[in-house]
């Protein structure tokens, strides 16, 4: 059977089952999971593996596994990268928002820039750290804050929302040193310098064009904000009353949101600084580097980050068993999350061994018309399809280089990985673990987050393209 009808009969199933029987998310994209992985053939399979870079002997013992084998390390590949950091982010916000931490970072923002101003600062400051920090850790450590300033303006929380998701989004598929345009440049041969400037020049036009959208969506539909396992609205409300001598110092507060930023990003910082093969470093850098790359692991920089919370959160409560509530409320919420996410990104991998972004490439492959647009095409397809940025990515730049290398097209070929960048970024759905997250950590519903989060970034993307195809024919650096 084609890889495009499996896709399309997984994609009929979950919408069947999520809008017209009612199911769970849960157990909805798992039954989409079974289905796509029955249909998929053993041949699939395998191409699908040796086209990711596998070897012949693991190429082939992926493709005889049994479909619940392949299910199960689907879904545990994913809870291995996000389980951790969703149950740590979880802890964290608790912790600001009943300790007083989030209400106090909120206030002091307020008497700084003035409430008028608060979107500019999560659109700015979401997409500044974006740079070197993963989307979803700057979304973990915002919505506490987006939370707590949606409760004192509840008509412009969507607004708060969709700034918070804008900056830090596109800057992730955009700037390096994040993988996936670091990957792109080094595949097209552009410099990490060039490919950070321009990434931050569409990026920067990008986010405009979201905030537009942003103003215009908070408009035009209502979000209500919801009370989720470990953020009730009515404790949010609570916060508003507390006197501001009770609540912790300002430095305090921030340092849970501040420091694993820090650590994260000297992590990435020093190992692009330091090499370590080269004969002039020392002993210190050495020794500087090793300790950066196990505190500024994400995993860790949270952990860190999630016990001065907790430790503020002690300080204000003072009492064990609100204390342990809290605690196991904020697990529980966690739990859930990380089960529907885990669901989405196993029905994203069983998508990604139909083939389908192997065959999308063979389509495309046969035509070099229209460069950029069709590279654009790739990675929108893509996306959709199987839920993965960053397959897209690596997909559309590797239908690119077949086409002989992007220094002979008449335009640098910067433009290309930016365009490819853009298109990764289009209509992120149900087979999206990020959707799930954004879902449940919001508290919102399935068709609200596409109007909030799906369509937000296809207007940035489609935005970026706008302005990639504008550049390159005004300026072609070739």
Known sequence: MSPLIIVLIGIAVVLFCIIILRLHALLSLLLAAVATGILTSQAQIYDYAIHSNMSDASALALSVQTIGSRLSNAFGNTVGKIGILILLASIIGAALMKSGAA?????????????????????????????????????????????????????????????????????????????????????????????????????????????????????????PMRSTADMPVAELKATLEIEDKNLPGLAISLLPILLPILLITGNTLLGMAIDLDAEGTSEFQLSLLHTFKIIGDSNIALFISATIALSLMWVRLKDAKLFQKSVSESLMSAGMIILITSAGGTFGQMLQQTGIGVQIGELAGGSQAAILPLAFLIAVVVRTAQGSATVAMVTAVGVMNGFGGAHGFGFHPVYLAIVIGCGSKIFPWMNDSAFWIITKMAGMEEKETIRFFSYLLTVMGLAGFVAVMILSYLFPFA
């Not at 345009?181 to 950070?196: C, H, R």
């Open 103 to 223: 209400e106090r970072i909120i206030r002091s923002l307020m008497n700084l820039i003035g409430q008028k101003n608060a979107s500019m600062a999560f659109l700015s400051g979401s997409f500044m750290l974006g740079i070197p920090v993963f989307f979803d850790t700057v979304f973990y450590l915002m919505i506490p804050l987006v939370k707590s300033m949606g409760i004192r303006n509840p008509k412009r929380f969507s607004l708060y929302l969709m700034c918070a998701i804008a900056g830090g989004v596109m800057a992730h598929s955009l700037v390096p040193p994040t993988p996936g345009p670091l990957y792109v440049a080094k595949e097209l041969g552009v410099d990490i310098g060039v490919m950070m400037i321009a990434g931050l020049t569409i990026g920067a036009i990008t986010v405009i064009c979201g905030y537009l959208y942003a103003l215009w969506a908070n408009k035009k539909w209502d979000l």
